[in-house]
């Protein structure tokens, strides 16, 4: 199931990144992040949650761009 859901996810981005290039998807995964950080600013119960989106944006950017 889990390696559906990040085909799935690692096949839109790549889309993504084909269509729009490299900057509009850093300016997605910035929207993406940024209210997750200020929410963590917030409520320190959010933080773990934020640092693992984090972790998968960066680990599927490294996949797209490398692999």
Known sequence: MFKKISTTIINLLFKCLLKWGILHLAKILFAILFP???ASLIKKRLLPVCVFIAL???YLSFLLIFL
């Open 36 to 38: 997750l950080y200020l």
């Open 56 to 58: 998968l944006c960066v």
